[in-house]
């Protein structure tokens, strides 16, 4: 008998945070220690089109046990403005640790950080905000040309691949790191070496599928289906090396579709005035920056088998 997991939304008004059970197991939860990723990250520099606002910040350096990354979150490429919200500058400090695990899979939140791409700009996760019903921005349509925009508070970020990054970054290299994630795996560019002289490449494909388009939220509408494409439910895979990585897809969830490894020594701050929703949270628990209308309280994910 198959054996199919969905996920249910409970939402209780007990205060204003979000929690995720773990999703998944995995068989081991073994430590890599990677080198340091300040390397990968871009040389920001302004576009000339974005003379309204800050010129973009970032700065990345790592110690024995984390790669820090600071930035205000200003795209290095144009801004153009999509929604309501302005872009603002903003004060992002990230600490990802270089010693990341497997083991213990969680679903990533609904709203907020999950990773921060080379160029210093968060990735969120593939839903909108609860008052939109937790839709996938890409499928309504409404993200930039390189796939992002600012929330309330004028941080932007992607929900998607990022085009106009990938674009800079030589997309179609093999290996190539397009984020990390708050549990220190990388987001790498989804090809890979076809061969074993890398004579040719191959581009990786989700394996979540669309399978109930009936429903509105993201996460309802889609399911991981083994065997479907190339990657795992977390939309990543285990490289020749033993170690982890996350891929940049074209379909959902498009960057992370769980965390693998153990969030409990990332940790991040953000300034107080421009605080995004659940940024690299050292628990699988992240407060969002607001709750709309006041209703948004706790939201948990409960894993139920369905035949």
């Known amino acids: 008998m198959n054996k199919k997991t969905s996920y249910l939304l409970a939402c209780t008004l007990l205060g204003a945070s979000i929690s995720f059970a773990s999703i998944s197991t995995h068989a081991s939860n073994a430590a890599t220690v990677l080198a340091c990723g300040a390397s990968k990250f871009m040389n920001v520099t302004a576009d000339p089109k974005n003379l309204a606002y800050p010129a973009p910040s970032l700065t990345v350096t790592c110690d024995n046990t984390n790669m820090v990354v600071r930035s205000n979150g200003i795209p290095n490429f144009e801004f153009v403005r999509v929604n309501p919200n302005d872009l ?4 992002y400090t990230w600490n990802i640790p270089l010693t990341p695990t497997t083991g213990a899979s969680r679903s990533v939140p609904l709203g907020g950080a999950v990773a921060v791409a080379v160029n210093g700009i968060p990735i969120f996760g593939p839903t909108e905000a609860p008052n939109d019903g937790y839709k996938d921005p890409y499928e309504q349509g ?10 309330q508070r004028g941080d932007y970020h992607f929900h998607v691949n990022a085009t106009c990054l990938t674009d800079k970054l030589k997309a179609t290299t093999p290996g190539v790191v397009v984020g990390y994630a708050f549990d220190g795996w990388p987001i790498l560019t989804p090809y890979v070496c076809a061969d074993a002289s890398c004579s040719s490449t191959k581009k990786l494909r989700s394996s979540w599928q669309l399978t109930s388009p009936s429903q509105t939220a993201a996460w309802s509408r889609n399911s991981y289906v083994a065997g479907a494409g190339d990657l795992d439910r977390c939309n990543g895979k285990v490289q020749a090396d033993g170690s982890y990585a996350y ?4 379909a959902f969830p498009y960057f992370i579709g ?3 490894g153990d969030l409990s020594n990332s940790t991040g701050t953000t300034s107080a005035t421009a605080t995004p929703a659940a940024t690299a949270t050292p628990i699988a628990t992240a407060t969002p920056a607001t709750a709309p209308n006041a209703t948004l309280n706790k939201l948990t994910f409960l894993p139920i088998l369905t035949k």
Do not use: F, S
């Open 88 to 91: 603002k500058a903003q004060n």
């Open 142 to 151: 409404i993200l930039d040309h390189c796939n992002g925009h600012p929330a």
């Open 247 to 250: 891929y940049a897809t074209d």
């Open 258 to 260: 769980c965390y693998i």
